[in-house]
């Protein structure tokens, strides 16, 4: 079992940047595949980004491919989004989620643990 535990979230104007961490438990984080999504208020949890197990592989939204970049550590047991270029509709809660398939999904039903989430708030 993984425990995950995000932090990095605030508040910023338009264009700045930020840099999202998620914290794994367990012995066992190498072998899981990584992902971030995001939820809005009133809207479905969506797909951000996520990374593989051993972090060769990569998959982003379109609505953020060029301004974020998904990363991970595994000798720290640690997942991190940067966020740059941020705009008001990057406002959301942000969740990291692990995934013990063979290959990335953008699926959030394919995500066997959650963290509780960090919220960003990009200010116009």
């Known amino acids: 079992q993984v425990q995950l535990v995000e932090s990095g979230g605030g508040l910023v104007q338009t264009g700045n940047s930020l840099r999202l961490s998620c914290a794994a438990s367990g012995r066992t984080f190498s072998s899981y595949n990584m992902g971030w999504f995001r939820q809005a208020p009133g809207k479905e949890r969506e797909f951000v980004a996520a990374?593989?197990?051993?972090?060769?592989?990569?998959s982003y939204a379109d609505s953020v491919k060029g301004r974020f970049t998904i990363s991970r550590d595994n000798a720290k047991n640690t997942v991190y989004l940067q966020m740059n270029s941020l705009k008001p509709e990057d406002t959301a809660v942000y969740y990291c989620a692990a995934d013990r398939t063979r290959y990335i999904s953008r699926g959030r039903y394919n995500y066997d643990y959650w963290g509780q989430g960090t919220q960003v708030t990009v200010s116009s």
């Open positions: 990374i593989g197990w051993s972090g060769g592989s990569t």
